[in-house]
């Protein structure tokens, strides 16, 4: 009998042992586990509550801009990058009517600007090759 009983807790304890092992073992694993949800994807837009960007993404088609016409809202920040499909000088990005001029060497890189007047203006590349139309209402 007594000897059944230690037989039987010395199971717990092997029982026991296994259990502490496994947390352990999964506590390391998730320590070193790289974290993925810190690191959001590209494409999430970052928006802030207080004021949310209008994010403008431009392609090139048959040597110009694509989309010919932006529209965006007044006194917004707007946010513009272009994707890998613009190359050469359409990258040497400009708006003259808001004072904007910036080469977008990459996709990641942006122009942001927020736009303090209504009406239809224009944007360009810098050599005034690549033009397109800005509206703001
Ligand atoms: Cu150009």
Redesign the pocket.
């Known amino acids: 009998m007594e000897q059944q009983q230690d037989k039987k807790k010395s199971h717990a304890w092997l029982i026991f042992l296994v259990l502490v092992l496994g947390m352990i073992g999964s506590l390391i694993y998730m320590e070193t586990r790289p974290n993925q949800s810190s690191t959001p994807p590209i494409s999430q837009t970052t928006a802030s509550s207080a004021q949310e960007a209008q994010n403008i993404v431009i392609s090139e088609k048959n040597f110009n801009y694509y989309p010919q016409t932006i529209r965006v809202k007044e006194g917004q920040l707007v946010r513009i990058s272009l994707d890998s499909s613009v190359g ?3 990258r ?1 990005f400009t708006i003259p009517a808001f004072g904007v001029q910036k080469n977008l060497a990459t996709p990641q890189d942006v122009i942001e600007f927020t736009p303090d007047k209504k009406g239809t203006f224009k944007f ?7 033009t397109g139309t800005l509206i703001v209402e």
């Open positions: 050469g000088c359409l040497s360009a590349c810098s050599m005034n090759m690549g």
